[in-house]
């Protein structure tokens, strides 16, 4: 059979999944590692529901290694495709598991599964684990190096497939087969859209509290491939991704004063975002990427501005005596959610994106901050103080104000590209030492991400095409 | 109206005050053993004091070369007033000199808009410094936000020892 695919990844090149070849026997006699049960801790308390996950969250998934047609030597991690095909099931058992999303078991847990049995399951002995859910695939290695790796999923009740992709990738892009392994099994079991292949900008903190290094980094949305930017000599602040990742918008104090510069992934080179007079801050993007917003302050007060992302012309936003700063675009980029002290304290406003119609939408008391509109349009994340720092969400119209995090200070939220989870960084009291963790837009799955060092300033991208 | 008089003899006062800091280097040429100098043998053959328009001259001169702030304020008080007045007669004395002051935040407030009043901080001290006579163009500001506290801890005398704005001379 030739299945047909819809559409994806450009990038990645699309394969066309047959049946792989295969005169293999059954199941290896299944060693009993205990399949459906990694002991998971029961809910601990949600603050408010947006749609109920858990009759999806619970799922029992297994996924075994990925086997091989042939075992070659291969650039991507393992050495050989054998060894990368474990590799492959491990990341996408991490992805789906650390979200706390399902219940995966991965592949160091589970008997391994003949080349032929990738399109062909062996239902009764998953039943027999009580899986519920079966994520298997292949991979393969092209005489050019490329890598074909497939991706099914079935439904082991049913005994049936419920999506199954193909992805043609560049050795050193392997993960992102996984990731994008991961993200159909997700979209097609939640109905949500995928995130996973995604990259988060961050800036890694190191040093003590009265000397931080602070260097910009990224990272996969699983906190692979990390990368420092910067080296750390001089202070950067609040990294953007552009939209595609092909540029990096993000504060530094590398001539002594904090301005923004955009910096080109590609060639390293990096610009002003403006040569305006004043020091500029929080820089964000429009959906586009056509458009960048920063703030500036002159004579001590703090206006936004945007400017052509390529050079050119800024236009004044806002025009109060009080700080207005940030900034943030729906997914239309019609509108502009910001941050302005008019009134007398840091609250959120709505602005169309020419800056007309200025109207305050957040009524809660305390203090509301570094307002961020989901990537779905539907909500819109912040900081709110009153005493402590935490992160909250509320629709655009100011309506529906939910905590996500209960801290001591959480600040910063970013949006995950779906719209379903928001990252954020927490710093601890006294030490000053930071982190980046996240939560289920439900208050759920609150988890710390792993980062080489301290974390802050979390900035997530879309979903890479 | 009672309150203009209590300006008035508040600005006095500190004027008064920083007429008296600036007493002890009225006579800098002078290698004395300044309060600064330890008791050890000084096989130095340099003079003691600080260099006339030196950053530590400067820092022996003046009453502060730091003014603190109320939780998200960036108004300049009379004992506020009373420190800028000595930053501005010790610029009065050295005309070539110039200064940067910086606007620093407590780390309760969110880093964007910690930048954004740090500016803001710095400038209103600037501006007090401007009203005095000195000309603007011989300071500049810089704001580090919630960067660079002083001090560490967690609690509401740190935060306020944080929350400040502090001159230094460009040398």
Redesign the interface.
């Known amino acids: 059979m030739k299945p047909a695919f819809a559409a994806l990844l450009p990038a990645l090149a699309l394969a066309a999944l047959g049946s792989p070849l295969a005169a293999q026997q059954a199941v290896k006699p299944a060693t009993p590692a205990a399949a459906a049960s990694t002991a998971a801790p029961a809910d601990e308390g949600l603050t408010g529901s947006v749609t109920d996950e858990s009759e999806w969250q619970d799922l029992g998934i297994a996924i075994p290694t990925f086997p091989t047609n042939e075992m070659l030597p291969t650039a991507a991690d393992g050495g050989n495709t054998e060894a990368l095909g474990r590799n492959l099931a491990r990341v996408i058992y991490g992805d789906l598991k650390n979200n706390g999303l399902f219940k995966p078991v991965g592949p160091d847990a589970l008997p391994a599964i003949a080349y032929g049995e990738v399109a062909a399951p062996a239902f009764p002995n998953w039943r027999a684990r009580s899986a519920e859910m079966l994520v298997q695939g292949f991979v393969k290695s092209a005489p050019d190096g490329r890598l074909t790796v497939g991706c099914y999923l079935y439904d082991v009740a049913l005994g049936s497939e419920l999506a199954r992709q193909g992805y043609v990738v560049k050795p050193e892009e392997w993960r992102r087969a996984a990731h994008k392994c991961a993200d159909m099994v997700y979209s097609r079991l939640s109905g949500e859209s995928p995130f996973f292949d995604s990259k988060i900008a961050y800036i890694a903190e190191t040093g003590?509290?009265?000397h931080?290094r602070?260097q910009l980094a990224i990272m996969d949305s699983d906190g692979a491939n990390h990368r420092f930017i910067t080296n750390g000599q001089a202070?950067a602040?609040?990294p953007r991704y552009s939209p595609d990742y092909s540029k990096i918008a993000y504060?530094s104090y590398l001539n002594?004063?904090?301005r923004i510069y955009v910096y080109d992934i590609g060639t390293g080179r990096q610009t002003l975002v403006t040569e305006g007079k004043?020091?500029t801050?929080?820089p964000r993007w429009s959906p586009d990427g056509k458009s960048i917003l920063y703030?500036m302050?002159i004579?001590?007060?703090?206006d936004i501005y945007r400017v052509p992302a390529a050079g050119g012309t800024s236009v004044k936003l806002t025009d109060s005596p009080g700080?207005d700063?940030?900034g943030s675009y729906s997914p239309d980029g019609q509108k502009i959610v910001f941050?302005s002290?008019r009134s007398g304290?840091?609250q959120v406003y709505v602005m169309n994106a020419d800056g007309t119609n200025q109207k305050r939408i957040s009524f809660f008391g305390g203090r509301s901050?570094?307002p961020e509109w989901s990537p779905r349009g539907d909500q819109i994340a912040f900081?709110h103080?009153a005493g402590n720092?935490r992160i909250a969400v509320m629709t655009p119209s100011g309506g529906e104000m939910r905590y996500l995090t209960d801290s001591?200070?959480d600040?910063?939220p970013t949006w995950s590209p779906n719209g379903r989870i928001v990252q954020f960084f927490r710093?601890a009291?006294?030490t000053?030492r930071t982190a980046i963790w996240q939560v289920d837009l439900t208050g759920r799955n609150e988890r710390r991400l792993n980062t080489p060092v301290d974390g802050s300033?979390p900035a997530w991208g879309p979903v890479l095409p | 109206m009672d309150r203009k008089i209590l300006t008035t003899l508040l600005l006095a006062s500190g004027l008064a005050l920083a007429g008296c800091a600036t007493k002890p280097k009225e006579l800098p040429p002078q290698p004395t053993g300044a309060t600064t100098t330890t008791t050890t043998n000084p096989p130095v053959t340099q003079p003691m004091g600080p260099m006339p328009g030196s950053q530590a001259d400067f820092i022996a001169s003046v009453l502060g070369d730091t003014i603190l702030f109320d939780t998200?304020r960036?108004n300049v008080d009379s004992e506020d007033q009373g420190i800028l007045q000595s930053q501005a007669q010790w610029l009065a004395r050295y005309p070539d000199k110039r200064v940067t002051i910086e606007g620093h935040c407590d780390?309760?407030?969110?880093?964007?808009?910690n930048?954004?009043?740090g500016?803001?901080r710095?400038?209103?001290a600037k501006?007090y410094l401007v009203s005095l006579g000195i000309d603007a163009s011989r300071i500049t500001?810089?704001?580090y936000?919630k960067?660079?506290?002083?001090a560490?801890?967690?609690d509401e005398v740190s935060w306020a020892k944080n929350r400040r704005s502090v001159t230094i001379t460009v040398q």
Do not use: C
Request: glycine fraction near 12%; aromatic fraction near 6%.
């Open positions: 003590p509290k009265d931080r602070k202070t602040l609040t504060l002594g004063t904090p004043g020091p801050f929080a703030s302050a004579a001590g007060n703090t700080i700063v940030g941050e002290d304290s840091q901050a570094t900081t103080i720092l001591w200070q600040e910063a710093t009291k006294s000053g300033d | 998200d960036y780390e309760r407030g969110t880093r964007d808009y930048l954004a009043l500016e803001r710095a400038n209103a501006n500001t810089v704001s936000g960067e660079r506290p002083i560490l801890g967690s």
